[in-house]
């Protein structure tokens, strides 16, 4: 049933910060932009990775009733071939540590930070992702 990661959204208060603080940390500037019924930026769309998976922020204001504000529930981890580098970018341009570096077994290492928006930025070196982009790659 489920086919692959298509799309993680995530919420910000400023749009436009958050736009200028994921072009700094990702090294690409969206390649969508929608501006909201009052003109100011409601959404943005970043294509990531190998898969050029959707990475969009949205407005907060257009958030289903009883979105949480804060940091909380699932965390999608981001692979990244240096996870020490990737946590040092991300902290260098304001977010904040949430869970260290933590090696989990297998060769699987994790940690996350948060951005300055209130998201939970999960990164990942994940040696099944790399196995499985070689086996596509052939």
């Not at 940690?111 to 196995?131: R, T």
Request: negative net charge.
């Amino acid at each position: 049933m489920l086919r692959g990661m298509a799309h993680a959204g995530y919420w910000a208060d400023d749009v436009t910060a958050a736009k200028e603080w994921y072009t700094r940390l990702l090294g690409t500037a969206p390649y969508f932009e929608r501006g909201g019924p009052d003109g100011r930026p409601a959404y943005v769309e970043f294509r990531i990775g190998d898969h050029q998976v959707e990475l969009g922020i949205t407005d907060r204001r257009f958030a289903p009733p009883g979105t949480p504000t804060g940091p909380g529930g699932v965390v999608l981890s981001w692979h990244v071939d240096d996870l020490a580098a990737a946590v040092d970018a991300a902290l260098a341009l304001g977010a904040v540590a949430h869970e260290p570096i933590t090696e989990r077994g297998g060769g699987f290492v994790t940690a996350s930070v948060i951005d300055p928006f209130g998201n939970v930025l999960g990164l990942m070196y994940n040696p099944q992702y790399l196995a499985v982009l070689a086996e596509q790659r052939g």
